[in-house]
């Protein structure tokens, strides 16, 4: 495609400052730069621009308007701006957002525009020039500066009739001058070459053929299958999906191809996430308390955080759809935060159902030429929804009118690494206070500082609650299994006799169940019975994991840390006994129990290891919805927005995993999770049913959950963290020290910490806890520690120079990062 480039304006306004600063693409550089504008350019913030940079020309981005040079650069040092390669790729204020997360976090604006922008956006989109021969009459080089008359030969003397202007400017230093001599004489054009892929793409589609009975009968039972599932979804899926969903091969899809039993052939795609056609759905007719909560939203149009506090099942879904719709048709754009892609599938196919293509997906598992044609796609401002998750926030939507977080609570919007480290809430309350829009802030289980916020009486901030389920469906009761009475009772198993009798029930009535496993990382591992050698990373200091995803593939040992994989040892590598045994409670010894005691019950397993690739998330839980299998065993995914009214048995395996950690907001986590698991049940008309199995039914954050009392369970929380000026009464600021050698770290460490002492008692400003090791000190070959700064109050305290000191120190072998308002102390 070519766009034509933008005309010089014929009056020069004379108040048009002289001065841009850009930041340039240029791997390390991470400061702005000051560069002249020249007179035939009228070049604005959010234009991306070519600049001569060291002897390159470059891309880069224009921030913002200096009326003077910087004090100490000589003005006829600095060069100008050579073009405009691509105009306003973002919206006005965007720039005070990008700018305020990097104060914020302490980041160079540089990485922030890392997290922010689409990859790769700065060199998409290409300059070129072209001859226009006609126009060049005989000897007219003599007219020509010499620099002109140089590229002139250049062009003329080269193979092909277009080239770049890189490659110009690189072949003929300067050559912009005259490139712009070319051009004004109409002897060349310039044009923009922007980067839509030469070819659409195309996708194989499946299609479901009509087949007659005598071809049928001859089928295999396979392959009917295969017939059958692509019939119930309208008769038409990708090929890709469709292998997925069936379970099938490519052979299998082509033998029927041969049959004339379907047709496979390849579509059109525009680069955008797209799912499977979705039936068109209407709005519902809204219970009492979602038509109150829609009321007070509607009322809503300027800046404003509205906590949305439902309990699970309640229909807050419908109230996000609801109040959209008025939104979009005032053409403004909505944009919506969910906390992990594994739960927007079905969240998505809600959204597309009732808005069609005015959908977009946008988040970091998209391929680049995806991310960066959604990207463009919202410039256009095209009243729109974009689901995302939390580097959406910072898409480039000029007219937002409503910003949700679903399940606010979740830590998920937290970037523990690398930095910019923040939180998707704060940004989104930055953000939505920028364009003056309202936020919405969803959740069965609000997270404390919401919670702390949204009580206070404020005339910006409003609390919104959804008390019951919708058609007054009543809460799935929770019944809590003490296991040191099942060891009393001779029961070995990870089942409880309760849970047990439950899933017999389950086989008998063809109902369905989820059974939720707390892992951590290091929860299983492989040990010798001889010797008690335990397999470790050779890299980390932790446990290998056994892994063994399905029947027939290899068994390995993998390092939830590194990633390092090994082959399962046949012998113990330390004594040679082959007697090697496999410890912990993951997701595949439960499925092996499964398997040993309910042969019956077909499991789909739903955790990181069987979900790994893109769409496998869709495919599970299609396969679960159409009840290919009665139960899903799975970790903390499950707990994210699933709705399936078919769901009436929830297993929590074990809950102390969750209940035994030890920063400051475990309890809260906890809480949170379990309520969030045994929200799964119920959502039919079956009542539901959920087992709470833990070795401490006595604890605190267990009674609270088994009586779905959010309220008493956050005042007691409340009143812990402000005695101890935990968040959200105080702020916490950590800083992360890592290095492939353990001593310098150490006493780097040890360094840090003293200056922060010192400075901490002189100011009063905060307090140092630390250092202290990471609780698994090597990762990956580095060791790690960690200082953690306190702060008695929300006040912001400015660290620049404080972490400024700790850099000077800090040798080049450490690596030094700051994560605030940490909420992964690992
Ligand atoms: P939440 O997000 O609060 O857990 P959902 O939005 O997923 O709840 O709603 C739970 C179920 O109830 C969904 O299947 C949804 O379609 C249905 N639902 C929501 N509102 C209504 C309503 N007003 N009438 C009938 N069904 C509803
Ligand atoms: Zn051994
Ligand atoms: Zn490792």
């Known amino acids: 495609m070519i766009v034509a480039q933008p005309i010089a304006p014929y009056h020069l306004t004379p108040t048009r400052p002289p001065y841009v600063e850009v930041l340039v693409d240029c791997p390390g550089s991470e400061k702005l730069f000051t560069y002249a504008i020249p007179e035939e350019l009228e070049v604005e913030p959010g234009d991306i621009l070519s600049v001569p940079f060291g002897s390159q020309q470059v891309g880069a981005i224009a921030i913002g308007f200096r009326s003077s040079p910087p004090p100490d650069l000589d003005p006829t040092r600095i060069k100008a701006v050579d073009d405009i390669i691509t105009r306003g790729f973002f919206p006005p204020h965007y720039w005070q957002l990008l700018e305020q997360v990097a104060d914020y976090y302490y980041t160079p604006l540089m990485q922030v525009i890392r997290v922010a922008l689409p990859p790769g956006l700065l060199q998409r989109s290409q300059r070129r020039i ?35 202007a890189t490659y110009v400017q690189q072949k003929i230093p300067g050559a912009s001058r005259g490139i712009r001599d070319l051009v004004q004489r109409n002897y060349a054009q310039s044009y923009l070459e922007t980067p839509r892929p030469a070819q659409p793409k195309l996708k194989q589609a499946v299609i479901l053929i009509d087949v007659s009975p005598i071809v049928y009968t001859e089928l ?56 499977v056609s979705v039936a068109a759905d209407g709005a519902k007719d809204l219970t009492p308390a979602q038509s109150q909560a829609l009321q007070q939203i509607l009322q809503q149009s300027n800046y404003c955080e509205m906590l949305l506090h439902g309990v699970t099942g309640s229909g807050k879904t419908e109230v996000y759809l609801q109040a959209i719709a008025p939104i979009l048709a ?34 970091s598992a998209l391929s680049e030429g995806e991310r960066f044609d959604t990207w463009r796609q919202m410039l256009t401002g095209e009243p729109q929804v974009v689901i995302g998750t939390r580097s959406a926030i910072f898409c480039p939507l000029p007219r937002l009118g409503l910003i949700v977080l679903d399940e606010e609570h979740d830590s998920s919007f937290k970037q523990d690494r690398p930095a910019p480290t923040y939180h998707g809430r704060t940004v989104a309350k930055w953000r939505a206070k920028l364009e003056d829009c309202p936020l919405i802030l969803g959740s069965a289980t609000p997270s404390l500082d919401t919670w702390l916020d949204c009580r206070q009486i404020h005339p910006q901030r409003h609390y919104l609650s959804l008390p019951e389920r919708v058609q007054a469906r009543p809460m799935p009761p929770i019944e809590i299994i003490d296991l040191r009475g099942e060891l009393q009772r001779g029961n070995r198993s990870i089942f409880s006799l309760t849970l047990q009798q439950e899933l017999r029930r389950l086989q008998e009535t063809g109902k369905q169940g989820i059974l939720f496993i707390h892992r951590r990382g290091h929860s299983s591992f492989v040990s010798c019975r001889s010797c008690g050698y335990v397999i470790e990373c050779p890299h980390c200091d932790v446990s290998l994991s056994y892994h063994h995803t399905h029947e027939g593939a290899s068994q390995l040992l993998r390092c939830h840390y590194c990633g390092y994989t090994r082959q399962h040892p046949r012998t113990c590598p330390e004594c040679g006994s082959p007697y090697l045994k496999f410890f912990g409670s993951g997701t595949q010894r439960v499925m092996q129990e499964l398997a040993r005691n309910f042969p019956e019950l077909n499991a789909i397993r739903f955790d990181s290891d069987t979900t790994r690739n893109k769409g496998t998330h869709r495919a599970l839980l299609t396969r679960f919805a159409q009840g290919e299998a009665q139960l899903l065993v799975g970790t903390q995914m499950l707990t994210k927005g699933l709705d399936l009214p078919s769901v009436s048995l929830v297993g929590i395996v074990a809950a102390d995993g969750l209940l035994n950690l030890s920063d400051y907001w475990a309890g809260e986590r906890a809480f949170q999770t379990l309520t969030q698991v045994a929200g799964r049940a119920g959502r039919g008309d079956d009542p539901g049913r959920v087992i709470l199995q833990t070795y401490t039914p006595e604890h605190p954050v267990v009674q609270a959950v088994q009586r779905y009392d959010y309220a008493e369970f956050v005042e007691a929380e409340l009143e812990q963290r402000e005695a101890l000026d935990y968040p959200p009464y105080g702020r916490l600021l950590l800083v992360r020290l890592s290095s492939l050698d353990g001593e310098l770290v150490e006493a780097t460490a040890m360094q840090m910490g003293e200056m922060l002492q010192e400075d901490g008692a002189r100011s009063g400003e905060y307090e ?29 305290v400015e660290l620049q120079g404080q972490l400024q000191r700790l850099r000077d120190v800090c040798p080049p072998k450490v690596r030094l990062a700051v994560d605030v308002d940490p909420l992964n102390f690992g």
């Open 768 to 796: 140092v806890l630390g250092p202290v090791p990471a609780t698994v000190l090597r990762v990956s070959d580095r060791y790690r520690w960690q200082i953690l700064l306190k702060f008695p109050s929300q006040d912001r």
């Open 220 to 275: 295999t039972k396979r392959q009917k299958e295969v017939l059958i599932i692509l019939r119930r979804h309208g008769g038409e899926l990708w090929l890709t999906d469709l292998l997925q969903i069936a379970r099938t091969t490519r052979p299998t899809i082509s033998n029927l191809e041969r049959c004339g039993c379907l047709v496979v052939e390849g579509r059109e795609v525009l680069r955008r996430e797209r799912g």
């Open 330 to 363: 005032q053409q403004k754009s909505v944009l919506i935060l969910v906390p992990e892609i594994g739960l927007t599938p079905q969240l998505t196919d809600r959204f597309r159902a009732r808005f069609g293509d005015r959908v977009f997906v946008y988040h």
């Open 130 to 164: 072209r001859l226009n021969p006609e126009a060049i009459t005989p000897g007219a080089e003599q007219f020509l500066s010499p620099i002109a008359r140089r590229v002139l030969a250049l062009l003329q003397n080269g193979k092909s009739d277009h080239y770049s």
